[in-house]
């Protein structure tokens, strides 16, 4: 018997060491419709809410959520906030609900939500689950008829160097890491039972065109373009920050290097005068001089942050300037 549990115990374990990597997100639909519908009616306010589910082998299942308190700096609303969760989780699973944790949901304006806030939201969950997804709800993209819903997660290699602290252009190298492997972008699936996906059929209009169709004909996005690109050069003006530090460092260790040779030519020449003397001669180092002591390399984490966030709204700019040329196209052939 004894050795039947062991044999059990292995093989669980064993199950768990080759875990197969997270292929999608399957959320249910009215998760979907809590997001959206918490996310808009606290716009612009930035909000989160909690993610239940189950993880079951490549696939994340969200099953329900359920929305955080506005949090407020002082310690007593933090405090109330993790009380009011777990709160919630007891009552959910007193009623047979769902209560695993498997991440959280939390809104954003125009796709500005890679900031080191997140990243260590994320170590934060990692410590109790190990595979923690974010899903980012942008409701500034519902006027343009995009549902902006987005799965991340952190890599693998990201996380190893966080850990270890070193985001030096060294050890970057040497890990060949680069701004684009913070970040994974898991697919996500949306998913219904068979009674809803019946319940919305019966829904369904007999006209083949709706009002929403005409919708997506509306070329007016210069808001839209014009918030991306104030945006977009507010980040600009923030990476030009991030390389002016790193200009700064490369100027004092320059300087630091020339010093350093020039007090280890003064050194030497002392040394041939004192073994002409017949004295010992001194080291030719001195941990005590300030000109030894090395200069700390600053972190390019926020560089990268930004460079991806600088990506992404390019990509914004570029995917709304698109169907704006498709639809001037379209209208015109109508016209003709």
């Known amino acids: 018997m004894a050795t039947m549990a062991r044999s059990f115990l292995q093989a669980i374990s064993k199950d768990e060491a080759v875990a197969p990597p997270l292929r999608v997100v399957q959320i249910e639909g009215l998760a979907v419709l809590k997001i959206i519908k918490h996310c ?18 490549s696939v994340l ?26 709160e919630m989780m007891r009552c959910l699973r007193e009623v047979n609900v769902d209560n695993n944790t498997v991440g959280w949901y939390q809104s954003t304006v125009l796709g500005s939500y890679q900031t080191v806030e997140l ?42 160097l966080y850990r270890g602290g070193n985001f030096t252009g060294d050890k970057l190298r040497e890990k060949n ?20 996906s019946a319940f919305m059929t019966e829904l369904e209009t007999d006209t083949p065109v709706s009002q929403g169709d005409f919708d997506r004909l509306h070329s007016s996005t210069t808001p839209f373009l014009e918030n991306n690109m104030e945006f977009l ?16 460092y490369h100027r004092n260790l320059s300087r630091q290097q020339a010093q350093q040779q020039a007090w280890l ?35 390019r984490l926020e560089s ?23 639809r001037l196209y379209l209208t015109k052939a109508l016209h003709e």
């Open 233 to 248: 050069i507010k980040c600009m003006d923030d990476l030009s920050m991030e390389q002016q530090k790193f200009q700064y």
């Open 265 to 299: 030519q003064k050194r030497r020449t002392e040394n041939m005068a004192r073994k002409s003397a017949g004295e010992e001669a001194l080291p030719e180092e001195d941990p005590s001089n300030p000109i030894f002591k090395p200069i700390p390399e600053p972190s």
């Open 40 to 57: 808009k009616e606290f716009a612009p306010t930035l909000v989160t809410g909690q993610l239940l589910g189950l993880d079951v082998g």
């Open 177 to 196: 890491f680069s701004w684009m492997d913070i970040f994974e972008e898991i697919p996500i699936k949306v998913s219904n039972s068979a009674l809803v």
């Open 304 to 326: 990268f942050l930004i460079t991806n966030q600088v990506s992404n709204f390019c990509g914004q700019i570029n995917g709304v300037a698109g169907q704006n040329f498709s």
């Open 61 to 86: 299942e969200i099953t329900n959520c359920f929305p955080f308190p506005v949090r407020d700096d002082d310690e007593e609303i933090e405090a109330d906030g993790a009380n009011y969760q777990l």
């Open 119 to 160: 990243i260590e939201t994320f170590m934060n969950y990692q410590e109790n689950i190990k595979r923690c997804v974010c899903i980012i709800y942008d409701p500034s993209k519902a006027d343009l008829g995009v549902l902006a819903l987005k799965t991340l997660k952190l890599s693998d290699s990201f996380m190893e």
